[in-house]
C-alpha cells in the first residue's frame, strides 16, 4: 500500500513537472490581449 | 468599506519617481509586465487618509507625451484609454527641484489631458544647498494644480502627499494651456468633427504613433470636413507646441523660482572631473569592479556554508523519518538537493545587486555609461548600448529590452545580437562552484585567486560582447546614423530603503524565477535517472552481485557498486552516453553532459542537475561541493572537476548560448528566427571550440 502510494505521489509530481516545463518553454495557451481602445469605448479619444 | 483609487505615477527619468513608490507602498508591491509586451509593470497598494485605498502603478520614466519608445508608448495607451482598468484617477507628476523647467513639459502635457493631477517637487533637502527658493502658493495658482514639495531622502512630505491623493476630487481638471494656439484653424476644424471630443486627446492620436486599436490617423482621413496634414506639418506643428509650453513654463517659474547662484556649493562638477577623466576614471572603475568581486567572495562564503549543510542536513532527515519509497527518495534526492543548488547562491547574488543598486542610486552608473561610450563608439556601438551590457549582469532578457531606447536599427541589432555574452546572475552558480572546486584559495595583493577568476570571467564576457559587436558592425551591411545623449544624475548618498528594495526584488526575482523551473527539471531528471529500462537496470542488484562474488566486498561497498550500475543504466544514464563521444575531448563525464544539455533550457540548472544526479542512491550526508569534488574521472582516473575540465567548463559557459527565454525575447524583438538562431549556432559552436582548446591545451 505505501510502495503504491509512494509510486502515485512520484508519478503525479512527474505529470506536474513535465506539465509546467512544457508550457513553460514549448507551448502556452495564447492569453487575451488587452481590450483596445477604439470603437464606442467611451475611451474619448476618437 | 473603503474605497480603492487609481494614482498613476509619471515622470522623467532620475527624478526619485521608484523613491516616492517605495515611500508611498513600501513593500506591498509587486512586478510584473504590461499585457501582451515586456515593458515592466510595477504596482503597489498604500493606505490614505480617511480610509482610502490607492493603487498606485509606477509607469515608465518619459520626457514627455511625444512617444520615441515602447516604453513611452505604455504611458500614452494608459492616459488615453479611459477603459482601461489601471486608468488613473489622479495622475502624480514626479519632478525634481533641480530641473523643474524640464520636468514641467511632462506635467502640462498631462494636466491638459484634464486627468487631476498632482505636481511632486521632490529632492527638496538639496534647494538649500542649490540656493533654490520657491514660491509654491504661485506656482499652485499658474499651474492650477496642488503641490507637494517632498524629500524622499528625508522622508518629509510624505503625508501631505497622501494627504492630496486622498483628496483628489478637490483638484482642478482644467487645462494649463489652450491646445488650439498651436495652429487655429487646423484645430478649428478638428473641433468641428470630433465636437464630443477633447482636443489635446485628439492631438496626441493624430501624433502619436501609439496602439489606439481601431483609433488611428485613419479615421480622421474617412471624416469628410477634416484632413490630417502630411508627417513633416504635424512634426512642425509638435515643435510649436513645445516651444509654446516652454514660453508658458519660462514665465511661470520667472516668478515661481529663483536661483541663488552665490549661495549654492556644487561638489559635482569636481567629482566629475575625476570619474569621467580618461585615466582616473578608468582606474576608478577598474578598484571598484575589484572591490566589488572581492567582496562578493568575503561576505558570502559563511552564510553559503551555512546553507549548504542545512540543506545536506534536511535531506537525510527526510530519508531518516518518512517512510522508505519512491517518493520519500524524490524528496530527498531529487527536490531538495535541487533546490539546495538555487538557495545556495542567494547571498552571492544579493551581494552583487547590492553593489549594483547603489552604483545606480549614486548616480555613479551614468557616468560609466559615459566612460565607456569612448570604447564603445570603436566597436561600432552606441553609448546607449552600454546600458543593456550593464543591464546584462543580471539578466539578458530585460537588458535586450532596453535596447528599444536605441534609435538606430544597426546598432540596436548587434546589442540585440551580443548582450547574452555579458554574464548573467544565471552564469553566477556556475561559475562559483566550478570555481571553488579548481581554483586555490590562495591570494595575491590582499585579492583571492577565486574573486580575480570570477572578475575576468566577467571581464572575458564583456570582451567577447565588444569583439563580437565590432565583427558584426563590419559584416552587417546595415545603414545607419546615431547620437548618443545621457543624463547625468547628481551625486546622492544611496536610499537604504531603495537599496533594500532592489536587492530584495531582483534574488526574489532570480529564486521564484529559476526556481520553479529547476525544481520542475530536478523532478523530471531524478525520475530518468532512478528508472530504466530492461534487465540491466531491473536485474541490477543480481548482476552486480554475480559479478562481485570473489571480490569480498563490504555491504556498503556492494550497495554503491549498485547503485552505481543503475545510475549507467537508467535513462539518464544511456542518454548520458550517448552524448559522451561528444564532449569527452572537454574532458567532461557523461554527466556533465546531462546538466550541460537540461542547463540549454536555463543556465542555473547545471549546479541543481549535477546536485541531483550525484546524490541519486547516496546515502551520505554530503554538501553539493563535496559530491563534486569526490567525483573521479573514469578514463583517466583522477578528480573529473580538475583545472582543465574546470577551465573549459567556464568558458563554454561564458560562450554558450544556453537560455530559451532570451531566444524567445530575441525573436520578439527582432520579429524572426533568424537571428536567434544565429546567436543558438554561433555561441555555442565558438563555445564548444574555446573549451575544447583550453582542455587539450591544459590537461
Known sequence: MNTLIQNILVFSALAFALVFLVRKFIWSPKKKPAKPCGGDDGCGCH | ?699
Open chain 2, 1 to 699: 468599506m473603503s474605497k480603492q483609487i487609481n494614482v498613476a505615477l509619471i515622470g522623467n527619468p532620475n527624478t526619485g519617481k521608484t523613491s516616492v513608490f517605495n515611500a508611498l507602498t513600501g513593500l506591498n508591491q509587486k512586478v510584473g509586465n504590461y499585457p501582451g509586451i515586456t515593458v515592466e509593470k510595477k504596482e503597489g497598494i498604500c493606505k490614505l487618509p480617511r480610509g482610502v485605498k490607492a493603487h498606485i502603478i509606477d509607469l515608465p520614466g518619459t520626457y514627455s507625451l511625444n512617444a520615441s519608445s515602447l516604453d513611452e508608448n505604455v504611458v500614452i495607451e494608459l492616459l488615453l484609454n479611459k477603459t482601461d482598468k489601471d486608468y488613473p484617477d489622479v495622475a502624480v507628476v514626479v519632478s525634481d527641484v533641480e530641473n523643474l523647467k524640464r520636468n514641467l513639459l511632462l506635467f502640462t502635457q498631462i494636466k491638459d489631458l484634464q486627468i487631476p493631477t498632482i505636481l511632486v517637487i521632490n529632492m527638496s533637502d538639496r534647494m538649500e544647498y542649490k540656493g533654490i527658493s520657491l514660491d509654491i502658493p504661485y506656482l499652485e495658482q499658474q499651474l492650477k494644480t496642488k503641490i507637494a514639495l517632498i524629500s524622499t531622502r528625508k522622508n518629509k512630505g510624505i503625508n501631505k502627499l497622501k494627504e492630496l491623493i486622498a483628496s483628489h476630487k478637490e483638484l482642478s481638471v482644467e487645462a494649463c494651456l489652450d491646445a488650439s494656439i498651436i495652429d487655429t484653424t487646423y484645430f478649428n476644424n478638428l473641433r468641428k468633427a470630433f465636437p464630443h471630443q477633447l482636443l489635446y486627446k485628439l492631438w496626441l492620436v493624430i501624433t502619436q504613433d501609439v496602439n489606439f486599436g481601431k483609433t488611428d490617423r485613419k479615421t480622421y482621413d474617412a471624416v469628410e470636413d477634416f484632413k490630417t496634414k502630411s508627417k513633416t506639418d504635424l512634426k512642425r506643428l509638435q515643435q510649436k507646441e513645445t516651444i509654446k509650453r516652454y514660453q508658458f513654463i519660462n514665465e511661470t517659474l520667472k516668478k515661481g523660482q529663483t536661483i541663488d547662484l552665490k549661495s549654492a556649493k556644487d561638489l559635482r562638477i569636481k567629482l566629475d572631473r575625476i570619474l569621467t577623466h580618461k585615466v582616473w576614471g578608468y582606474l576608478i572603475f577598474g578598484v571598484i569592479l575589484l572591490t566589488i568581486f572581492q567582496a562578493i567572495y568575503d561576505w558570502s562564503s559563511i552564510p553559503m556554508d551555512f546553507i549548504d549543510n542545512s540543506f545536506a542536513s534536511l535531506s537525510e532527515w527526510t530519508k531518516d523519518t518518512l517512510p522508505e519509497g519512491a517518493f520519500t527518495n524524490l524528496l530527498a534526492e531529487g527536490i531538495i538537493s535541487g533546490l539546495g543548488g538555487v538557495v545556495i547562491f542567494i547571498p552571492q547574488i544579493a551581494f552583487l545587486f547590492l553593489f549594483i543598486s547603489i552604483l545606480e542610486e549614486s548616480g555613479y552608473m551614468s557616468r560609466v555609461v559615459f566612460l565607456m561610450d569612448r570604447i564603445m563608439r570603436r566597436f561600432g556601438l552606441s553609448g546607449k548600448s552600454v546600458v543593456p551590457l550593464i543591464s546584462g549582469t543580471a539578466c539578458a532578457i530585460p537588458a535586450i529590452m532596453a535596447t528599444r531606447n536605441i534609435e538606430s536599427w544597426k546598432e540596436r541589432l548587434i546589442t540585440i545580437l551580443v548582450t547574452p555574452f555579458t554574464t548573467c546572475a544565471a552564469r553566477l552558480p556556475v561559475y562559483l562552484i566550478i570555481i571553488a572546486l579548481v581554483i586555490p584559495e590562495g591570494r595575491v595583493f590582499g585579492l583571492s585567486y577565486q574573486a580575480l577568476t570570477l572578475m575576468l570571467l566577467y571581464l572575458i564576457g564583456f570582451g567577447a560582447a565588444v569583439g563580437s559587436a565590432w565583427i558584426l558592425n563590419k559584416v552587417l551591411k546595415i545603414k545607419s546614423k546615431s547620437f548618443f545623449v545621457v543624463e547625468m544624475p547628481n551625486y546622492k548618498l544611496p536610499l537604504l530603503k531603495n537599496v533594500a528594495l532592489t536587492v530584495l526584488e531582483k534574488t526574489k526575482a532570480f529564486v521564484f524565477g529559476a526556481g520553479k523551473i529547476i525544481l520542475a527539471i530536478s523532478i523530471v531528471l531524478w525520475f530518468l535517472a532512478s528508472y530504466g529500462p530492461g534487465d540491466s537496470f531491473n536485474n541490477a542488484e543480481r548482476i552486480v552481485t554475480e559479478q562481485y562474488a570473489s571480490d569480498n566486498l563490504t555491504e556498503e561497498e556492494l550497495n554503491q557498486k549498485i547503485e552505481s550500475h543503475k545510475l549507467e543504466h537508467s535513462f539518464i544514464g544511456i542518454a548520458g552516453h550517448a552524448i559522451e563521444p561528444v564532449i569527452r575531448p572537454l574532458g567532461y563525464d557523461w554527466k556533465i553532459g546531462i546538466a550541460i544539455v537540461s542547463s540549454f533550457a536555463a543556465r542555473e540548472v547545471f549546479v541543481g542537475t549535477l546536485a541531483t544526479i550525484y546524490s541519486v542512491g547516496s546515502d551520505e550526508e554530503e554538501t553539493i561541493k563535496n559530491r563534486m569534488a569526490g567525483e573521479v574521472n573514469p578514463v583517466l582516473g583522477g578528480p573529473l572537476f580538475n583545472f582543465a575540465s574546470g577551465i573549459s567548463l567556464l568558458l563554454f559557459y561564458a560562450f554558450a548560448m544556453q537560455c530559451m527565454s532570451t531566444l524567445a525575447i530575441v525573436k520578439r524583438e527582432t520579429n524572426s528566427w533568424k537571428w536567434p538562431m544565429y546567436q543558438l549556432l554561433i555561441m555555442s559552436g565558438f563555445a564548444y571550440i574555446v573549451a575544447l582548446i583550453a582542455y587539450q591545451v591544459l590537461k
